[in-house]
């Protein structure tokens, strides 16, 4: 194996300082705040000498976000991991618990994350066309961490999924497309469970982030388990809590 120059060292570092600096930006000011030229000034360098790392704002902004959806991934893996194969229903809940965590613990990344176009985030319609392959990626690395736990309960004790002729034509192909992504062989139904518990996961974990349940609840964490049980109980799993 070939071990990096002392020239590539140093790019790779100042690479990293680059987005440390972005994200803790992001954190302290908010994504408006996350500029080249802020950084620069950041790191005492010149605006165009960081353009030598990331050709533009957008540029900068997929490796952020890279970065992040890699962190979020190995908290999800770690939780899931630390329990075992056998145990489904704790494990699907410490993987739910692990994106809760990191989302509430991460207010400002998660927005940047899942932001719409609108709000200048990862999905920001410019970059549509340069994310598209690392979007597909990433669907191959984050997908898995929740639909393997569902699918080897399944494979152990099969659960009742719709069948594909009760799902509408538009749905069942996109469906089919989805756990093409996934390179998994398993029936449309059980990708449609997948899907709609990533919903009701995803909707109620940024609900939370954003503040959209404070009219209601002042502690979400009740709801949350409650959630939690009612998805379990979908996919026929015995409901035990992760243990420390």
């Given at each position: ?6 020239r ?14 972005a994200?803790?930006l ?13 950084i ?18 957008e ?15 190995g ?6 991991d ?7 229903a ?6 739910c ?25 990862c999905a920001d ?11 597909r ?8 961490v ?12 099969p659960f009742?999924?719709?069948?594909p ?38 909707g109620m974990?940024a ?7 404070d009219?209601a ?12 049980a ?5 996919l ?9």
């Amino acid at each position: 194996m070939t071990l990096p120059t002392r020239r590539e060292r140093v790019r790779a570092a100042t690479v990293d300082e680059i987005k440390t600096t972005a994200r803790r930006l992001l954190v302290e000011q908010g994504p408006a705040a996350i500029s080249l030229r802020a950084i620069a000034r950041q790191m005492g360098m010149t605006a165009p000498a960081l353009y030598r790392y990331f050709p533009s704002h957008e540029a900068l902004l997929e490796g952020l976000c890279g970065d992040l959806g890699d962190e979020l991934v190995g908290e999800l893996v770690r939780a899931r991991d630390a329990l075992p194969a056998e145990q489904a229903a704790a494990r699907l809940v410490a993987t739910c618990q692990a994106f809760r965590g990191w989302a509430t613990g991460h207010p400002a990344e998660f927005t940047l994350m899942f932001a719409s176009a609108r709000q200048g985030g990862c999905a920001d319609a410019g970059l549509a066309d340069r994310m598209g392959q690392r979007d597909r990626e990433a669907a191959r690395r984050f997908g898995p961490v929740f639909f393997d736990i569902i699918v080897e309960h399944w494979r152990r004790s099969p659960f009742p999924v719709p069948e594909p002729d009760s799902l509408s034509p538009e749905l069942r192909g996109q469906l089919e497309r989805f756990t093409g992504v996934l390179h998994l062989p398993v029936p449309v139904g059980l990708a449609y469970v997948f899907v709609s518990g990533w919903v009701r996961l995803y909707g109620m974990v940024a609900l939370e982030v954003f503040g959209h349940l404070d009219f209601a609840l002042t502690d979400v964490e009740p709801l949350f388990q409650a959630e939690m049980a009612a998805l379990a109980a979908q996919l026929g799993l015995p409901l035990h809590q992760p243990t420390d």
